[in-house]
């Protein structure tokens, strides 16, 4: 009806109706807005739920599990698409070919025995429905006997799995249905079977409204871990999730994320994908095509990584790994300490609590030359270590005791004395043998009545005229350390925020960068010094459950004796090393086959020379491999039939006939030849193997950095 005016039964037009009046409209409020303004809203949490639900199934060591679809252990055998097509083809007008002779009557009328022997008398009339029926019926059931048959022959059905609609499926990814509530990860069921309705509750809330992230959620679920071993209790954690929702159970620092990500992460894994595992004949085909990636369980068992300059080894390697267990330490899973030079290129400062940067006056931290311990004869074992653990004798069974016994002849008097360790400057003066502070320190113990140590000092004093003195070494390593650029380091009288290794117990993350730039030997004095402490510390931790890993961007000089047997002792700790080399020259002969056996991970990169790649061939080995020996011999035709034979094979095949021989045997081959490694593998490209903490092991893969 029109508000304007009404219209009478014979459908004229009456005037219009006036309204009543009324009070003035109010114009109604605008809604209030969700969010301040010029703020955006906050994201929803979708994609979040979607990466929470994805699966993540159990894997070969080293694949990306986030969304993988299992292969088989085997390549199937596939028929070329040309002759699949071909076969069908042939096939179908086989099957056509057999019905028309069956109808046309050519081959007798046989076949309708059957149907003759069924039907009743009574149906055969002339123009009989019933008879119409079953009779076609009949005819059905042949032609589809017939063309089952020849489908089979000509692989129907191969070509409908490859090229019809369930090859569609398989690319155009379906979406998966949600999972049941009681599976639901979002919903976090293990917080509801123990009770906490409330807490899980309220971060599922959170995850739907978008302000949980992949670090919010390994966070609380390693908060959820410490309750369930009994290190935290029920109610706090409980308290603390229904107090702050996705920011509960902060890391220290109170950050919640990186400024910046480089490389893929799946935290709930604890995976960095580092690139794609090559389609290549030479890699195992349930890896081919799949994504590999580092966690942990690989980490555990260390990882060396050599390749020249500009292969990778930063930017592929060090820094995705760098990164994410930056990201665990967040989590509150892992402890990590990246050692490398100034400018290196190894994250952010913002991404890391302490920053090191030895050499710069810039910079907040120190570095506690003897670890934090107060143990003297442990400082005097840790720091020989560091000065001339690369000059003594490279073979597996040395160390350096005799530096370690001077060292502790005089840590030990003077901390006793000053109740500190000697700053640099003062070290060196001991070691030269200054008569001015060792006659200050024989005072002082005999001020203060330590009869022992006063004889550590009568040995140290009677052992410098002897040639074969190693005090003069280590005075020479030291006065490396005693340079201008170095004068506001190494502090021991408490003036300084100095870090120590000792630290790992929590899950900190550090960069310790090197000034390599006019102090390569001061460089890789301290490479060695903080790989010597972080085996020490590491070692002796109480709690085992937070993974520590030492990140050392080149270790060049730092492999020695003592430190080849500490990477051994990493496994067990639950802690690990991650070491990058240019080339295996760089470490002593006889220390290379015991270094590329106490890694679990090894991985020669793009570019390696050939002895190199020697090293790599025997410790990866050899396995079993059927060599397949084929002669080829063209089948001449002479009759003209068998010329329209060869002819047709030839259009299907598209090969010329041929007679073949194949002779099978069994032959030992290397995995990767070192001429493999220094020639085959592409730019760009790695060839990698992997050890977990478990013992599983994947075989070298040939692995694109770039994907």
């Known amino acids: 009806m029109d508000s304007e005016g009404t219209q009478d039964a ?7 109706v006036p309204r009543p009046a009324g009070p003035p409209q109010v114009p109604a409020a605008p809604p209030r807005p969700a969010h301040a303004p010029g703020v955006p809203p906050p994201p929803d949490g979708s994609a979040f739920l979607a990466w929470l639900r994805t699966a ?94 020849v489908g089979r022959l000509g692989r129907w059905g191969e070509i409908w799995r490859r090229y019809g609609p369930p090859a569609w499926r398989r690319t155009g990814g379906r979406d998966e249905p949600p999972p049941a509530p009681e599976e639901d990860p979002a919903a976090w069921p293990a917080l509801r079977a123990a009770g906490a309705v409330d807490a899980a509750e309220r971060l599922a809330s959170d995850a739907r409204a978008g302000l949980m992230r ?45 400024s910046v990500r480089q490389a893929r992460h799946d935290l709930l894994t604890g995976q960095v994908r580092l690139g794609t595992t ?48 930056c990201l665990q330490a967040l ?38 030359l003897y670890g934090g311990t107060t143990d003297p004869d442990e400082a005097a074992a840790v720091l020989a270590e ?94 490396l350390l005693d340079r201008p650029a170095f004068s506001g380091f190494f502090d021991t009288s408490g003036q300084s925020r100095p870090f120590s290794l000792k630290a790992l117990d929590h899950p900190v993350r550090v960069r310790v960068d090197l000034p390599e730039r006019g102090h390569a030997d001061a460089s890789r004095m301290l490479a060695r010094l903080v790989l010597a402490q972080f085996t020490a510390s590491v070692t002796v931790r109480e709690d085992r459950s937070l993974f520590a890993c030492l990140v050392l961007d080149d270790a060049t000089g730092v492999i020695t004796p003592e430190s080849v047997r500490g990477i051994q002792r990493l496994r067990s700790a639950n802690a690990g090393v991650l070491l990058t080399l240019r080339t295996l020259d760089d470490v002593p002969r006889p220390l290379r086959g015991p270094l590329l056996g106490a890694t679990g991970c090894r991985m020669a990169l793009s570019g390696v020379t050939p002895w190199d790649g020697q090293d790599f061939a025997e410790v990866w080995g050899k396995e079993w491999t059927e060599a397949r020996d084929v002669t080829d011999r063209q089948i001449i035709a002479d009759s003209p039939m ?10 299907i095949t598209g090969k010329a006939p041929t007679a073949r021989a194949v002779t099978v045997r069994q032959v030992e081959r290397e995995r990767w030849s070192a001429s493999e490694l220094a020639h085959a593998v592409p730019a760009g490209h790695a060839v990698l193997s992997l050890t977990n903490v478990k013992g599983e092991h994947a075989p070298p893969l040939l692995v694109d950095l770039r994907e």
């Open 10 to 16: 014979r459908g004229t037009q009456a005037g219009p």
């Open 56 to 149: 993540r199934p159990e894997t070969p060591p080293g694949i990306w599990r986030f969304g993988h679809r299992p292969r088989p252990e085997e390549e199937p055998e596939t028929v070329p698409g040309r002759q699949l097509f071909s076969g069908a083809l042939i096939a179908f007008l086989v099957g056509w070919l057999v019905w028309s002779l069956l109808w046309n009557g050519y081959l007798g009328g046989w076949w309708l025995l059957p149907l003759y022997a069924m039907i009743p008398d009574s149906w055969a009339e002339p123009h009989s429905f019933a008879a119409v029926v079953v009779v076609y019926a009949y005819y059905a059931l042949i032609a589809g006997i017939i063309m089952v048959g």
């Open 214 to 258: 992949d670090v919010d959620h390994a966070r609380i679920a390693r908060a959820w871990q410490g309750v369930r071993t009994g290190r935290h209790s029920l109610a706090t954690f409980t308290g603390a999730v229904l107090k702050d929702g996705a920011a509960a159970c902060p890391h220290p620092s109170g950050a919640r994320d990186l």
């Open 278 to 325: 090559a389609d290549d004949p030479r890699n195992p085909y349930a890896y081919r095509g799949a994504g590999l990636a580092l966690g942990p369980e690989l980490l555990g068992t260390s990882m060396l990584a050599v390749g020249p300059a500009g292969s990778g080894k930063t930017g592929g390697v060090v820094r995705p790994v760098a990164e994410s267990l």
């Open 331 to 368: 989590a509150g899973r892992a402890a990590v300490v990246v050692v490398g030079a100034a400018g290196a290129g190894l994250g952010p400062s913002d991404a890391y609590d302490v920053v090191v940067r030895i050499g710069s006056p810039d910079s907040v931290h120190d570095l506690d």
């Open 386 to 479: 560091a000065l001339v653990g690369d000059l003594a004798d490279p073979h597996p069974g040395s160390d350096t005791r005799r530096s370690t016994t001077v060292l502790a002849q005089l840590l030990g008097p003077f901390r006793a004395v000053h109740g500190r360790f000697p700053s640099v400057p003062e070290l060196r003066q001991l070691l030269d043998g200054a008569p001015g502070p060792l006659a200050a320190l024989r005072q002082g113990l005999q001020d203060a009545g330590r009869e022992s140590l006063l004889r550590e000092l009568d040995a140290r004093e009677r052992q410098m005229g002897h040639p074969g003195d190693v005090a003069g070494i280590l005075a020479d390593r030291v006065a």
């Open 642 to 651: 068998g010329k329209a034979v060869h002819a047709l094979r030839r259009a």
